[in-house]
């Protein structure tokens, strides 16, 4: 490794304004944030978010999947769409995601889902995966986060590890998915009641709020296949009420849009809804929010800008009618970017011709 | 030559047939009426607890009280309530099994080690002369030498060592340091003389497993911390912060991190223990690097910044891959150079371990008196160094009652007991010995002192070592409140470390003045809560209340008296 030719060190240009600005602060209380503890938090903020937003889908799935009529079952493998591992189930079980319709076949292709989406040994995107490697982020980043939040975690993964077998029956299940929510649920608590909104604070919430729009994007886009619109039968309203549920959305919901859920105006909420946390265009306004605190975070934000513009234009009605898929794929795109953009300026930084600041001796 | 009857009481014993198998075998050796654990025999070692007529020793009352009302189930309900909770906070260390390391849980005994402040006092004063004579000897070793030119130390201890590092030659770290942490074995013989058996002027670990010890047993044992003025251990994470921010080059507030080899270190829990509670950045080598103008930046998210200390946990020769191991990936290209000149600190210096070996450690005695013209306040081990002719004779037709140890490794390695060795071991020693005697140092076994451990739900006998931490800075010296106390798990076995299997003691330094002085507000009755305990222990829950101020002022009168002991600056 052969260091960065640095800028010569010769005697100090003046420097801009906002520059100076930023050592006055530091000179007082010098903070830094590591560009490799950044990235451990944004992705500690990511798993985390994976983890719980996956729980709560197969728990809604499990839900709702009793409620449907013999015979209009959507089976499992939406489960494998919205989480994005078909083709890794498909290559671990691929007699099970093949079989026919006969019931037997079915209990066995959602044992093996279920199994696969909580802790399948080659699902990298497993719930136990998920907390497995917000621990080993927050395991890197444990000078920057506090202290009980790690333990938190450690505690959640040590239960969920400790309880694989309860996951694998219908009943112990249950108990194992709320375990992870409530785990999950604790360690965001105590980041918002005991860390500092400090940079890392950003980083974490950044990439709790990009998670948290990927995941909404993708139940939108693998519930509006089976989505048919005008049926108007009183599955479309079960349908829709999942849709919300897995996203914890239901009561919001209702509170904000007295009609009984429907295409449209689900869309509409989990889209474009500023006041509920996980609609997509407020993870965005959190996101740019946060990234406005950090420097040099011009690209990022015009990234987000972007995927918040794609968003606010959706014409929704019609989007029920056809076109939905694609646009959804638009609005992914457009937060792989905000990740690469901020991946590109804070993570994997080249430092040649940068500025080096000392605090003010 | 070598007194070796001293501790005869254990010499002639086999240690296998100690503890356990012979428990309760002596009916006759304690007056001990009211001995919470009837069949407890330490047998010919100094125990920490109870005396020789198994009698609690005076600080250890309470604790011998308690735990008789208790009861051996209690106490492990509260063994497993520990267990747990280090498990849950994530206290763990690391073993290597093949290639891949896996994290294991803390081993953590919970019936304390106690000892006495006034022991403590001269333990303290001991440490920190050694700390102050064995960094004037480094700067010397990387200065004039006076040191061999006096004859105080042959020139092949410098010269020959594999730890002097050439790199190290007419650098001058802030305050003539280079050893700002040390973190020493101490062990106790069949009397009850500390020795000191090693000093770790390296990288020492184990202070993180020390402070989450103490928390630890808070949790478990909070009502003992009533009867008791146990002085605190928190106050080394300030005065290691203080150390560390006055050692820095610059004037203004100092940019201090941890440096890591990372993740799967087997101290990485440590490192980012320290970091954490230092409030400092974690770095890798990766996250470092030294531009032209020779000073270290860190990799920031707002660009590079300048770092002032470097608290260090990679050995010297993987710091810096333009000066020592070239392919090194953990460490900094261009550190050496940086440190060289003056730009940025190293806690601790390059080069310090030149202080430290098996062979140095011999001639401690002899450079305590040289530089600081005192007498040592702490025993050294005798040890024979086999490269003169008279010890390796007398080293060889001893081997059988000697500790044969290699000069220059560390962590146990190539290490036979005489005592326990088998016929071909001690025929392999003494060619080893023959072929290269200059490797060799060799040393009475010294009988560890043993201390009440839960074993299986019984209470047992156990071999300890105690490691406690000095901090030396231009500013002062600091030693820790007791230090962490290590046990063996086998029943005589006297391997402590962790790698191997053994576990770890809460170690209180108890403040005797406040525990069983008359006065200490003794018209309090203390927080009742576990009775049982005998009246000095009824003394020490009277000044429970005032428990936290008096210890308080005590780790204050420490630091002083230890600033007072400082040697002469260089």
């Given amino acids: 490794m052969s260091p960065p030719t640095p800028e010569a060190p010769g005697p100090a240009e003046p420097s801009d304004p906002a520059d100076d600005d930023q050592r006055s602060t530091e000179s007082k209380e010098p903070t830094m944030l590591l560009a490799r503890m950044a990235e451990a938090v944004y992705w500690a903020g990511r798993y985390l978010e994976r983890a719980e937003g996956t729980a709560r889908i197969v728990q809604v799935h499990t839900d709702a999947h009793v409620d449907m009529p013999v ?139 990009l998670e948290r729009a990927d995941l909404t994007t993708r139940v939108l886009d693998v519930r509006s296949e089976s989505l048919r619109p005008n049926r ?124 080096t600041r000392s605090v003010a001796s | ?165 050439r790199e190290c030659v007419g650098v001058d770290p802030p305050g003539g340091i280079w050893a700002h942490i040390c973190g020493s074995d101490l062990i106790r013989d069949a009397d009850g003389t500390v020795f000191v058996l090693e000093d770790n002027l390296r990288v020492p670990s184990g202070v993180s497993y020390l402070l989450e010890n103490r928390m630890v047993a808070k949790h478990v044992f909070p009502e003992m911390f009533r009867h008791y003025s146990i002085e605190p251990v928190d106050p080394y994470v300030g005065r290691l912060a203080n150390m560390l921010a006055s050692v820095s080059p610059s004037t203004g507030d100092p940019t201090i991190v941890v440096l890591t080899p ?69 460490g900094v290209p261009g550190l050496i150079r940086a440190w060289r000149s003056g730009r940025v600190a190293l806690v601790n210096a390059p080069g310090a371990g030149i202080a430290d070996d098996k062979k140095v450690y011999s001639y401690v005695p002899d450079i305590i008196r040289f530089f600081l013209d005192e007498e040592p306040i702490l025993a050294t081990v005798p040890t024979l160094r086999c490269g003169d002719e008279d010890s390796r004779h007398f080293v060889l037709s001893n081997l059988e009652r000697l500790v044969v140890k290699p000069a220059n490794e560390s962590g146990g390695y190539g290490v036979l007991v005489g005592t326990q060795a088998t016929e071909d071991e001690l025929a392999f020693a003494a060619k080893q010995i023959e072929d290269d005697p200059k490797k060799w140092v060799a040393q009475p076994v010294i009988p560890l002192s043993t201390a009440p451990t839960l074993c299986d739900g019984e209470i047992a006998p156990r071999h300890v070592d105690l490691r406690p931490f000095t901090l030396l800075g231009p500013e002062g010296a600091y030693v820790t409140r007791g230090g962490l106390t290590r046990v063996a798990r086998t029943a005589g076995s006297l391997v402590v470390n962790s790698s191997q299997g053994g576990g770890s003691k809460d170690t209180w330094v108890v403040d005797t003045r406040l525990t069983s002085g008359p006065s200490g507000g003794a018209a309090r009755s203390g927080g009742g809560g576990a009775a049982g305990a005998g009246d000095a222990a009824a003394g020490g829950a009277a000044a429970g209340d005032a428990a936290a101020g008096g210890a308080a002022a005590g780790d204050a009168a420490a630091g002083d008296a230890a600033a007072g002991t400082r040697g002469p600056e260089p």
């Fill in chain 2, 1 to 165: 030559m070598l007194d070796l009857d001293r501790g005869k009481r254990d010499l002639d014993d086999d240690p296998d047939n100690d503890s356990g198998t012979n428990v309760g075998g002596d009916p006759g050796s304690g007056a001990a009426t009211a001995a919470p654990w009837p069949s407890y025999d330490p047998g010919p070692f100094y125990d920490e607890m109870v005396s020789a007529t198994g009698e609690p020793r005076g600080a250890a009352e309470a604790l011998w009280g308690h735990s008789s009302d208790l009861g051996p189930e209690a106490l492990s309900e509260r063994q497993d309530a520990a267990d747990r909770e280090m498990r849950a906070i994530g206290v763990t260390f690391t073993v290597y099994e093949g290639s891949t390391g896996v994290d294991r849980p803390w081993p953590f005994d919970i019936i304390p080690r106690v000892m006495t402040s006034d022991e403590w006092s001269m333990v303290e004063s001991g440490l920190v002369q050694r700390l102050n004579a064995l960094n004037l000897f480094i700067d010397d070793v990387y200065h004039d030498q006076r040191s061999v030119s006096s004859g105080v130390v042959p020139s092949e201890l410098v010269t020959g060592s594999p730890n002097f590092r």
């Fill in chain 1, 71 to 209: 015979g209009e079952d959507v089976g499992w493998a939406p489960l494998l769409a919205i989480v994005g591992v078909d083709s890794e189930f498909a290559e671990r079980y691929s007699q099970a995601s093949q079989s026919g319709e006969g019931t037997e076949d079915v209990a066995a292709a959602e044992q093996d889902v279920i199994e696969f989406l909580l802790h399948g040994e080659d699902n990298p995107s497993s719930i136990q995966a998920a907390i497995t490697s917000a621990r080993e982020n927050l395991r890197t980043a444990r000078p920057v986060v506090p202290r009980e939040a790690w333990e938190a975690c450690n505690n959640l993964w040590l239960a969920c590890s400790d309880n694989l077998a309860e996951a694998d029956t219908r009943a112990g299940r249950v108990l194992w998915l709320r375990r992870v929510i409530a785990g999950c649920q604790r360690i965001n608590g105590i980041l918002l009641g005991t860390m500092s909104r400090d940079e890392a604070m950003s980083f974490l919430t950044i990439g709790q709020n």
């Fill in chain 2, 262 to 330: 990372g993740i799967y270190n087997s101290a990485y829990f440590e490192h980012a223990f320290l970091a954490q509670q230092l409030g400092v950045e974690l770095v890798e080598g990766s996250d470092l690097v030294v531009l032209d103008d020779d000073c270290v930046y860190a990799r920031t998210i707002d660009g590079l910044q300048k770092v002032d200390v470097i608290y260090r946990r990679i050995d010297d020769l993987y710091l810096d891959p333009e000066v020592f191991v070239p392919d090194s990936l953990l």
């Fill in chain 1, 232 to 355: 108007g039968d009183s599955y479309d309203v079960v349908h829709w009420m999942a849709v919300l549920r897995s996203l914890a959305a239901y009561q919001p919901y209702r509170r904000a849009m007295p009609a009984r859920p429907q295409g449209g105006s689900t869309l509409r909420f989990l889209l474009q809804d500023d006041r509920f946390p996980r609609a997509v265009s407020a993870c965005l306004t959190e996101a740019r929010a946060q990234l406005k605190g950090l420097a040099r975070a011009e690209d990022a934000l015009d990234a987000c800008a972007t995927a918040s513009l794609i968003v606010a234009s959706a014409a929704v009605p019609h989007l029920t009618l056809g076109g939905l898929s694609e646009f959804l794929d638009e609005v992914q795109v457009a937060l792989d970017d905000i990740h690469h953009q901020i991946d590109e300026t804070y993570f994997r930084p080249t430092f040649v011709g940068w500025q």
